[in-house]
């Protein structure tokens, strides 16, 4: 079982950065994919980045490439996401999740889920 708890959210202006956080609790958190994804009001949860177990692989969706930078530290079971450049239609609310094995960027093959940290870019 994993638990994962996200932090760092809040108001930015464009052009902006924050950085989120999300630490796991639970052993073995070394092999877990992880996973940012997001979601505004009214659609759907989309993908953000994802990266594996070791750090050595990552992915973005194509909106937030060169812009974010997702990273891990396992001796601190913590998963973060560096978000430069913030635009406006970044606003949403973020999840962190963990997957066993490795990194997916669709949300149905997460087993666990934070609750959220909202982020919000204004104009």
């Known amino acids: 079982q994993v638990q994962l708890v996200e932090s760092g959210g809040g108001l930015m202006h464009t052009g902006g950065s924050l950085t989120l956080s999300c630490a796991a609790s639970?052993?073995?958190?070394?092999?877990?994919?992880m996973g940012w994804f997001r979601q505004a009001p009214g659609k759907e949860r989309e993908f953000v980045a994802a990266i594996n177990w070791s750090g050595g692989s990552t992915r973005y969706a194509d909106s937030v490439k060169g812009r974010f930078t997702i990273s891990r530290d396992n001796a601190k079971n913590t998963v973060y996401l560096q978000m430069n450049s913030l635009k406006p239609e970044d606003t949403a609310v973020y999840y962190c999740?963990?997957?066993?094995?490795?990194?997916?960027?669709?949300?149905?093959?997460?087993?666990?889920w934070g609750q959220g940290t909202q982020v919000t870019v204004s104009s």
């Open positions: 999740a963990a997957r066993r094995g490795i990194s997916s960027s669709a949300y149905y093959e997460y087993d666990y």
């Open positions: 639970g052993r073995a958190f070394s092999i877990y994919g």
